[in-house]
C-alpha cells in the first residue's frame, strides 16, 4: 500500500488560501482504480471528507467546499495537493490524506494527519 505524508503551513490567516501536499511513497498515485482523498476533522468533531482525486486525475468535491476546494496532483513527484480558498476560523481541524480502491470505499492508506489552524 501506498504510504502517505501529509506537508504544509500550519497557521493561515483568515480569507487566505490553504494549500496542504501529500506525498505518496512505497506505490504510485496513478495505480488503477484508487482514489486519493483529503479529510478533515474539526476540533469535537468527526471525520469530514472534503474531496478526492482519481488515478485517471478525475476530481470530486464535498458539495459543501465544492465552491472553495481544488485537488491536484503531480505525478513526476508522486503527489496530489489540497487548495482551500477563503478560510475562516471553521476550517480549523486536522487535515489527513487517505487513498484506497474506490471512491469512498475505504481507505487503506492515512497520512499522519497535520494540523491547520486559522487566526489572525
Known amino acids: 500500500q501506498v504510504q502517505l505524508q501529509e506537508s ?3 497557521l493561515v490567516k483568515p480569507s487566505q ?4 501536499t501529500c506525498t505518496g511513497s512505497v506505490g504510485s498515485i496513478t495505480t488503477n482504480y484508487h482514489y486519493w482523498s483529503w ?4 476540533p469535537g468533531t468527526g471525520l469530514e471528507w ?6 485517471s486525475g478525475s476530481t470530486y468535491y464535498s458539495p459543501p467546499l ?30 489527513y490524506c487517505a487513498g484506497g480502491v474506490g471512491l469512498l470505499a475505504g481507505f487503506g492508506s492515512w497520512g499522519q494527519g497535520t494540523q491547520v489552524t486559522v487566526s489572525s
Open 8 to 10: 504544509g503551513p500550519g
Open 50 to 55: 472534503m474531496g478526492a482525486i482519481a488515478y
Open 39 to 42: 479529510i478533515r476533522q474539526p
Open 17 to 20: 488560501t490553504r494549500s496542504l
Open 66 to 95: 465544492k465552491s472553495r476546494t481544488s485537488i491536484s496532483r503531480d505525478t513526476s513527484k508522486n503527489q496530489f495537493t489540497l487548495q482551500l480558498s477563503s478560510v475562516t476560523p471553521e476550517d480549523t481541524a486536522v487535515y
